[in-house]
């Protein structure tokens, strides 16, 4: 399978934001709900944010919230992440994903990962 290439991510300080891309194979892209995810230092990866195939559903963590916004170019095969107002805690390498989709929830990741992009945010 083809892996996704993360970038956009670079060092921040508080308050400061950042604008992610994910290319995707443009072949299966649009019909896939898609997902970006988070592994802090020594943490486990975590779901922060889910956009449907078509956008017409969004998710996000209570801790992102309001913060983050995933849009989607089912033309381009791209995934954005449009990150404001970052805290140090936002620190993390960002990978995005295809993720299942049923029934308008959010699913497991079919786990395909690429590198990643590294976003530091300090003062």
């Known amino acids: 399978q083809v892996q996704p290439i993360e970038s956009g991510g670079g060092l921040v300080q508080p308050g400061e934001s950042l604008k992610l891309s994910c290319v995707m194979s443009e072949r299966t892209f649009s019909k896939y709900a898609m997902g970006w995810f988070r592994q802090p230092p020594g943490k486990d990866r975590e779901f922060v944010a889910g956009?449907?195939?078509?956008?017409?559903?969004?998710w996000y963590p209570p801790s992102v919230k309001d913060r983050f916004f995933s849009t989607r170019d089912n033309s381009k095969a791209e995934l954005y992440l449009e990150m404001n107002n970052l805290k140090p805690e936002d620190t993390a390498v960002y990978y995005c994903?295809?993720?299942?989709?049923?029934?308008?929830?959010?699913?497991?990741?079919?786990?395909?990962w690429g590198r990643g992009t590294q976003v530091i945010v300090t003062p």
């Open positions: 994903s295809a993720v299942r989709w049923n029934d308008g929830i959010f699913g497991e990741p079919f786990g395909v």
């Open positions: 956009i449907a195939w078509n956008s017409g559903h969004t």
